[in-house]
Structures are given as C-alpha cells and as structure tokens.
C-alpha cells in the first residue's frame, strides 16, 4: 500500500469514515482505493467472533478455545507458557480471519471487589507487564494484532462510563501505567484501547495527556488508539488528542459527519485527521487479511494447550494434613454442583463459546469412581439449601475424603459491575461448614475470579484455588488432586483477611463520579507489607507437593553506580521427591526509609520459573538495572534512583522470604535543589556544598557553634530563617541571607 498516495486520493467523507467502524467489530473499507476492511474481536482468554450488534441475548460466538482467564493463568509465572496462550489465539484469530484480537486487559486489581479482575493479571504492575508483553509477542507472532487495554486507570466498573478516576502522577507512573509502557516499548502492539472512564478530569477517549503526551511522546507507540465500545465524548476532541479510531462508531455514522464539518469549518485542520487515517492505513497493511487460506487449527492440541496452562497455574494454598495428594482407593464424594457444571470464565464482552468443557466429575473416572452430591444450586445458594446439604452431610459421614466444589456464581462477579462484598455465598459457607462438622478430611476447590473471605479456612484440611480455569479445568483439577501433576502455580494477587483490610476499602467506588486513588502506590502486598498486616494468603503464595531450598545467592557486585547492572545468582534445590516447578520471586527494598522518600518495603522487579526433577539443583540468574531500584520522582518526571543501601529479596512468595542480600546503589543523576532561607539544615546537610557552609555558618552564628558537633535534635529542623529572626545572622534582611546562601551552598 503506498498509503501517501491513497490518502491523496481519499475524500473528505472517505477519511472521516474510516476513523469509526462500519458493524460493532469492523472497521470501513475504501474499495475503489483497494483499502480492505479489517475485524476486530475480543478477547483477552480465547476468540470471541460474534455477529454484530447487541441482538440476540442468546446469540453464540462461534465456538474457540476457552482458556484460563489472566486472574489464573497469571498465577503460572511462566512467561513462555503465556505466550503459547497468545499464539493459539493467534491462530485461531487466523482461522477465523480476525485482524486484531482485543485484548489483553492490564488493568491492576486495587480491590478484591472489580468486576472484571478475573480478566486482568495481577495487584503488582511488574507481573502484570511481563504477561501482556508475553501474550502479546505470541498472538503477533501470527502476524495478528492485538489491542492491549483499557488505557488507563479503569479499575471498577461502577459509574465506568462516567466515573473520574483521580491518580497523583508517580502512583500512574509506578503502578497503572507499567503494564501499557512494557508493552508499548518492548512488544508493540497494533492497538491500545482506550478506557470508559476519565482520568484527572478528562475522559481517556479524549485525553491529551494519555494519547500524546505519554502515549505517543513519551512512549512512542507507533499503533492505533481505539476507544472502547461506546467511549467517545466528544470526537473532534478525541481525534486532535490522539483517538485514531471510534468503535464501534455512532449510529447513522453521526460522528463522521462531525469531523467532515469540523475539517470544513476550519476547526479541526485536516492535517489532523490524515494523521489518525495514516495510522489506521498502516494498521490494516499491517494486519490486514492478506486474502490468506484461513488455515484450520488443531483444537485437540488447543485443549491440552488450555489443560496445561491450568494445572500450571492453579494454587494450592493450603495442605496441612496432607490429604492431597488423593489416593485412588479411598472412598471419596465430591459436592459442589461446580464439580459438574463449572464456573470456568468470566462474563461479559470476554466471554468464549468453549469448543469443549471437561468438568471434573467427567474427568475423575480416569483415575476412580467417586459419590457426588449438587450440594447448592449455583444460581440460587445465597441461602442454605437444606435438602441439598443434608443430602451431603450423610454422604460426607461415609466418606474417607469430602471435595468441595465451591466459589461465586456468575451473578456475583462480571464485566459491568463490581462485586459488593467478599463473601462466598452464605448456601456455600454454611454447606462447608456442615461437611466439615461430619467429616474431618476436607478439600476445598474454589471457582471464583477474585479473592473471597474463608470463615472456614480452619475447619478445612487442602485448598485448591483453582479460579476460572477455562474449558479444560476439570482436567487440571483432577490431575492435581490425584497428585498426577504437582500443583506449581502462586497467587497474583493478595487474599486479604477481610475486606476492610484492603487500602482501597475506605474510597473504592468512589463518591458519585470521583474515584479517587487514595491508596496511591500502597496496591495489594505493597499495602499489606507496610502496615505489617497479616493476610489469609499473601502475593506469590503457592504450595507444592514437593519443597525447594534456596542457596548460595550471590551477586556480582555489592555497590554499583545507576548505570550499571548487578548479576544476582541463587541455587535452588528439590529436596522432596517428586519433580515439580519453583517460581522464585526476586523483590527489591530499600534497607533504611527515611523522609527523602515514601515507598513500599518491597516490590516485585524479576520472577523465573524452575522446573527440578527430585533432588536437582538449578541456579536462577538474575540481572537488574536501574529501574530496579527507581521509585518516580515527579520533580524531573522521570525515574530516578536514591542513593540508598537495598535488599534484594529472593522470595517463594512475599512473604515466605529465602534468602537476602545487601547493595549499595549511587545515584548519579542530582535532583536540582535549591536551597533557601526555609530549607532544613537536614536537607542543607544532604547538599553537595553542604560542608564548607555549614562550617562558615559555625564559626559566623554563635548560636551555630555547635552545629557540627552531636547537635540537638531540634537542630535538623531548624531553618535559617529562624536564626535571622532571632538576630542570629550578620545579615540585614531574609534576601541578604538568601544570597549568602546562593553564593556558599547553591
Ligand atoms: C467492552 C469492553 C472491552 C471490549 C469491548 C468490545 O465494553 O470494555 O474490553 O473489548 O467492549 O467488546
């Protein structure tokens, strides 16, 4: 495509036309140029085509591959494993002649209450940004497109159309934006989507800040910006702020008629508007349907691919009695209506039509038989059923083990609103509880797509988080159960106690339209670990039926300059006796806080996933640079390092700590600073100059004498302005001594 020439030829109407969608996943084709028509699909865990419109309720997709949704395949660790998930999509997308798959979503979980966290990876942004970056190298490795989304700060879905998310800059910079600036440097994706929600007072759709300044200044994203469906307010704005493309465009094509008036009016120059069509040209030359065979895929290796990923990410959070792994033989019941018809996605605009579902009560009989008991109706279990879980009491009386299939129906967590609580439903605590009072030996397996209170968590023996585990799930759950595959997947994100404990609690939702981002960079484990909080189960938590041994972790050097990299080596061992996979979790700390900064103690920057037969060891190798160490400083609106001694953490989860070890980092990048007559003689005392004045201040203010010396703790804080008021200093007014001070120490 010579695209200068096309948009030569293009008219007015023409060039507006193609800046909005034809149908709900279209965008317009301009024939007589050979401009083709490209489709866009959703989603981020599987294919979902489906007709245009918001028609038939009941209307299917066409069927594809349901794989774990991000809130478990996150819990892998396993970048390469991620980025099979983004090329089985990919070829799906293929198959189907899909331009750009919608997806992934990277918003971060700052409450257990999101309607959509089951699609979204993780509380911290570093994993977060590893697994968009993962999944999106292996869909376009298909030569499909992706859209990573929803930029940025949409992390509730009350009031998403409307609500004004409020973030200070550096929680922006160290927390919400990463995952989108990850993958925007180093895995470019065709597409970024722009979110519902306004951000600091304008809606994303049409804000300068995020689509120029730091979208395309900043981070040089070389795609589309795409609103979401339905998210444009006022298109002229959005086109001259960086929004390329509306979807799925308003009816009777209203807001091309906008930018055709507006070009003609003088408004909107048309210069303008050629950049948002030369950025959609290059999309479709991109990814365009190159006309190709629509290659079949191979849906049996898309299962196991669907099957692996789930036994590698679903968490076995608790084992104290070791009733997992099952033996065959014993007399087992499994309850839960989830064990037939599971809960395996999320709902709403990512929801797949499975080509297969494998419950765990059909995959059980490859190993034995086993008793069942609905135990609740999933749509109808925020009370007791009595029959129901008598039914099940009788049967837990008889059994050696009773598996519990529990977790949220669809109608307490989805897409377009926000959970209202923690809870499971009360049918399911109280059916648990019942079971567990009759039978001692209880395995609890959860389907839920965020965290949940577990008043129970004492009465019960195992625990399984098995999540939404896509359409092979009952495979995954079985073979773990029955200890064929040694679980190795560890939380994405923190289960707090309750609630209240978490750092949004007290603001999430919002008052009216105004969301404000009060916790600022205190998200999830950065919270918890601050306030030295205990959790029901922490970030990067994850049992095995095996145990690994950290050793001899080892740097390469113990103090380095910003500029350079630091190697960190570490043994880890397989002391059991059976083969199983460790995430070794590598965070940095700063070891001394003090006012200079305020930050988390630590933060996640490297993870690597080691698989070790019984007995193996294998030494993981790190390498940090700088950023590892960077906290955002809004004075030079760039990352910056203190000149700090760090810890560098080696953890099997954040708080399950292996080894440790120190270094010293300098600084070479100087903060501007200028100090005057209000500036502490702490803040004096860090300054370059600092020395050589305060020794003129000693020997010219009496009152100073001593200042060198062990002074009194009042002196840090004390300001010489001060000095000047109480007729300490020589100098005859505040600008005299400001310029005594510009001349010794600025
Ligand atoms: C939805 C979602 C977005 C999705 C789009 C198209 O409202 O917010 O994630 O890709 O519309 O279905």
Redesign the pocket.
Known sequence: MDINEIISQMTLEEKAGLCSGVN??ETKPVEKLGVTSIMM????HGL?KIASGFGDPNLKSNPATCFPPAVLSACSFDRELIGEIGAAIGDECVFENVSVL??P?VNIKRSPLCG?NF?YPSEDPYLSGEFAKAFIDGVQSKGVGT?I??FAA?EQETR?FSSDSRVDERTLHEIYFPPFKKVVEEAQPTMI?S??NKLNGDYTSESQYLLTEILRDRWAFDGVAVS????VNHRIKGLVAGLDLE??GSAEPLNDKFIIEAVRSGALPESTLDIAVERILKLIERVGNKKKESAPFDADKHNSLALRVATESMVLLKNDKGLLPLNEKAKIVFIGEFAKTPRYQGA???DVNPLSITCALDAVMKYTNVSYCKGYDTNNCDEPDAVLQAEAVSAAKVADVCVLFVGLPPAYES??FDRKHMHLPQGQNSLIEAVAKENPNVVVVLHNGSPIEMPWIDSVGSLLEAYLGGQACGGAIIDILFGKANPCGKLAESFPLKLSDNPSYLFYFGERDLAEYREGVFVGYRYYDAKKMDVLFPFGHGLSYTSYEYSNLRLSKTEIDDTETVTIQVDVTNIGTIAGKEIVQLYVGQKEKDDRLIRADKELKEFAKVSLGAGETKTVVFTLDKYAFAYYNTEISDWHVLSAEYEIILGRSSRDIAATAEIVVNSTVQIPFRADVNTTIRDIRRMERSEPFLKWLAETVPFCAKINDDPEPYVPEMVLRQLWLMGMMTEKSLDEVQKTIDEKLN
């Open positions: 709900s996943w699909c959703d989603g981020p979902r919608l997806g979503g959509r699609e859209c989304k929803h949409n998403r989507m979110s519902y979401d469906w339905g998210a979807m799925p709403g605009s990512s897409e377009g």
